[in-house]
């Protein structure tokens, strides 16, 4: 797997800076069912999720995440590909935790509509 140099996060048309990892969750096209005598597969609408560690600052006003839908978030990869997700909505927030730095970290969870780039 590719490591993460740059994160690109427009929201309103501004960029989040602050943003510490990464998560793209995965894309499940088809599930497990249990049938009368065998196991079957049924297919499901696939929603991506993608989901981000912010910083904390202090003196530094902090965005409202759980008010925000229709965001567009862009991945940008060391050798140059990129992931877009288009349509987010927030879907939750994480507690606050502190890293070895004693710096705050909060985690932030989107679910998007439409997922396009690298596979």
């Known amino acids: 797997m590719a490591e993460v140099s740059i994160v690109h996060i427009e929201i309103d048309g501004q960029e989040e800076v602050n ?5 793209e969750g995965k894309i ?3 599930k497990a069912v249990n049938l009368m005598h065998r ?3 049924i297919r499901v609408r696939s ?7 912010l910083a904390i600052s202090e003196g ?3 965005r409202n995440y759980e008010d925000m ?5 862009s991945i940008i990869y ?6 877009r997700y288009q349509g987010c909505s927030h879907e939750s927030t994480g507690e606050v935790t502190y890293d070895e730095e004693n710096e705050a970290i ?3 969870d989107f679910i998007a509509n439409t997922r396009y780039g690298r596979e």
Do not use: C, L, N, Q
């Open 28 to 30: 499940v096209k088809r």
């Open 78 to 83: 060391e050798d140059g590909s990129r992931v």
């Open 47 to 53: 929603r991506p999720t993608v989901g981000f560690d």
């Open 39 to 41: 196991t079957g597969k």
């Open 106 to 108: 909060k985690r932030i």
């Open 60 to 62: 530094v006003a902090e």
């Open 19 to 23: 943003i510490k990892k990464v998560y």
């Open 69 to 73: 839908e229709d965001v567009a978030i």
